[in-house]
């Protein structure tokens, strides 16, 4: 692939990973407004919110039970911001997340060595960043986490099967993760005012959403910024080939 078509590939690619996210959202937010389901949801944001500490900690280990079962993160990341709102959403997603990558490298490292190795045998991309890893282990856990073209639940399996330390791969996961999670939870905090702006309880009112709109869209700016820079940190490591095969 040419420097060229390869550029034009990327973004092609950004494009329609920010559109589908876009499109998530909105499709979230009309079915929130106007069909029945929204005095469901509502009814579980109250259970969820009475039961106080109790209903971090299920959030936690939902978060948790996604990681090892291979369920899309992005999903609980969503509901933390909607039910918690950005600072407390955040904090807790980014417990449950780093948890979550804990347990799966474990039972990749030690629990299911064999059937992860068999499963990733054949694919360059992961020899790439094994060979690297055993360069600068840290480096190389932190700029995959920010590069979003490698599946978090993935990672969490393939990097127990590397030389990098558990200390080394929780800490590096744990900052790489941030952007991504502080992104998704301020979505699904947004989602959230959206629907009580049409229901007319939200605090504040325009204004209040507008800031919240401002907020999101420095958000996204920045970590797509974040992103881009680790992208090109990561090329210099692994080969331009094998970022643009995508692990299973």
Do not use: C
């Not at 997603?93 to 990558?101: E, Y």
């Amino acid at each position: 692939m040419t420097d060229q078509a390869s550029v034009m590939h990327r973004s092609h690619t950004a494009w329609l990973r920010w559109s589908l996210v876009a499109v998530l959202l909105v499709s979230a937010i009309l079915v929130l407004v106007f069909l029945p389901v929204r005095h469901y949801v509502q009814v579980l944001l109250d259970e969820t919110q009475a039961l106080g500490l109790w209903g971090v900690l299920v959030l936690i280990g939902v978060y948790v039970v996604a990681a090892v079962f291979f369920v899309p993160g992005s999903l609980v990341t969503l509901a933390a911001g909607f039910l918690f709102g950005v600072l407390v959403g955040s904090v807790v997603v980014s417990i449950g997340a780093t948890l979550g990558a804990a347990v799966a490298f474990l039972i990749g490292r030690h629990l299911a060595r064999d059937k992860v190795e068999r499963k990733l045998a054949s694919n360059s991309k992961f020899r790439a960043i094994d060979q690297a890893v055993g360069r600068e282990g840290f480096k190389m856990v932190l700029l995959t986490r920010l590069t979003p073209i490698f599946p978090y639940n993935v990672l969490n399996y393939a990097f127990g099967l590397t030389g990098v330390s558990f200390r080394r791969y929780i800490l590096a996961s744990w900052i790489g993760m941030m952007p991504g999670t502080l992104l998704y939870v301020y979505l699904g905090s947004t989602a959230k005012d959206l629907t009580q702006i049409f229901s007319g309880n939200l605090e504040g009112g325009v204004v209040q959403l507008a800031l919240k709109i401002l907020g999101l869209a420095a958000t996204v700016l920045v970590t797509i910024a974040i992103t881009r820079t680790a992208r090109r940190s990561l090329r210099e490591v692994v080969p331009e080939s094998s970022t643009e095969e995508r692990l299973p």
